[in-house]
Nanobody
Framework: QVQLVESGGGLVQAGGSLRLSCAASGRTFSSYAMGWFRQAPGKEREFVAAISWIGGFTRYADSVKGRFTISRDNAKNTVYLQMNSLKPEDMAVYYC?????????????????WGQGIQVTVSS
């Protein structure tokens, strides 16, 4: 069982930056691939970024590539999402999730554990 708690969301102007954190409970955190997803009002939840269990491999949605960076610190049981050059279309509730998949999962059904989500608001 893994419990995930996101933090670091809030209000930022377009062009600004935020760093989201996701703290995980459980001693097996390092064995999970981790991902970030987001859901805007009226839209489906979508993949943002994923990182392998050892942290050496990452994958991004095309819409955030070059602006967002996912990283993890297994010693702290924490995964991060650094978001730069934020746009109004990045505004959403952001969720972190944990997966047992060996690859870099991008589908919602590949993730077994989810955080409660945190709001990111980008003003234009």
């Amino acid at each position: 069982q893994v419990q995930l708690v996101e933090s670091g969301g809030g209000l930022v102007q377009a062009g600004g930056s935020l760093r989201l954190s996701c703290a995980a409970s459980g001693r097996t955190f390092s064995s999970y691939a981790m991902g970030w997803f987001r859901q805007a009002p009226g839209k489906e939840r979508e993949f943002v970024a994923a990182i392998s269990w050892i942290g050496g491999f990452t994958r991004y949605a095309d819409s955030v590539k070059g602006r967002f960076t996912i990283s993890r610190d297994n010693a702290k049981n924490t995964v991060y999402l650094q978001m730069n050059s934020l746009k109004p279309e990045d505004m959403a509730v952001y969720y972190c999730a944990a997966s047992r998949a060996a690859t870099l999962p991008t589908r919602l059904d590949e993730y077994a554990y989810w955080g409660q989500g945190i709001q990111v608001t980008v003003s234009s």
